[in-house]
């Protein structure tokens, strides 16, 4: 999440704006998003999040989760943020002794880090940010908000870890059975990262909710106004 309060612009001038695709869907590793760009700043895409004993989160605006199956495993970092635009993702932590008793942590957000994954439960995702009382009027009211890491392959089953506020996606639950579910997605237009699929992948993750570029203009009157009220505003000099 990149924000900005002094651009200036020229009447007339057209100004190309790039809105950035979450990360795609899938089993195993995720995929990162996409920068948003316009006015020459550029909001870089989430980090991607690693499933199995895949290794350590992917760098990004914020940073994906890190992952791993086995205790004897290093602990896997999340992936780093990007200075003043997010937080880093969670890392996979020790969980136990025998197999699959890793967590992994949590997707970073605009305004906290991906929380660590903890025994065999996946780390929430970090928090995002609230815009409504800088956008009133937006439909999006949040934005930036982190994917929960994924739990690992037990039983009996692990609750994935919580989606991160303002935008972010829960991760599935682990298990034999009923089976591991899939993680949600991340809230459209708002950047949220994807919640990892249960049983550390095997399952889907969930997509990334796509960018927002949410432009307002400062110092300018609201509203609509009758000609009659411009005339009288005009004549009284203001």
């Known amino acids: ?26 089993c195993g590793n995720g995929s990162a ?14 980090g991607l999040g690693k499933g199995g004993n895949n290794g350590a989160g992917g760098p990004g605006g914020s940073g994906g989760g890190g992952t791993n199956d086995q205790p004897s495993d290093p602990e896997r970092a999340g992936g780093t943020g990007t200075c003043g635009q997010g937080n880093n993702g969670g ?11 890793r967590g992994a942590g949590g997707g970073g957000g605009k305004n906290a880090a991906g929380s660590n994954g903890s025994g065999c439960g996946g780390g929430a995702g970090g928090a995002g ?50 089976g591991p579910s899939a993680g949600t997605a991340g809230t459209t237009n708002t950047g949220g990262g994807g919640g990892g699929g249960g049983n550390n992948g095997t399952a889907q993750g969930g997509a990334g909710g796509p960018g927002v570029v949410i432009v307002k203009e400062l110092d300018k009157a609201s509203g609509v106004w009758d000609m009659n009220t411009v005339f009288d505003e005009v004549a009284a000099g203001n």
């Open 129 to 178: 940010i609230p815009i409504s009382s800088c956008f009133s009027g937006s439909p999006i009211t949040g934005v930036g908000g982190g994917g929960g890491g994924a739990s690992s392959n037990t039983n009996p089953p692990r609750v994935g870890g919580a989606a991160g506020a303002h935008g972010g996606g829960a991760a599935g639950n682990s298990g034999p059975s009923p």
């Open 91 to 101: 890392s996979a932590t020790p969980g136990g002794s025998g197999a699959n008793f």
């Open 33 to 46: 998003g996409v920068n948003s760009t316009g006015f020459c700043l550029t909001a870089v895409g989430g």
């Open 1 to 26: 999440v990149l924000q900005s309060s002094c651009v200036s612009v020229t009447g007339g001038t057209s100004f190309p704006v790039v809105i950035g695709g979450g990360g795609a869907t899938g």
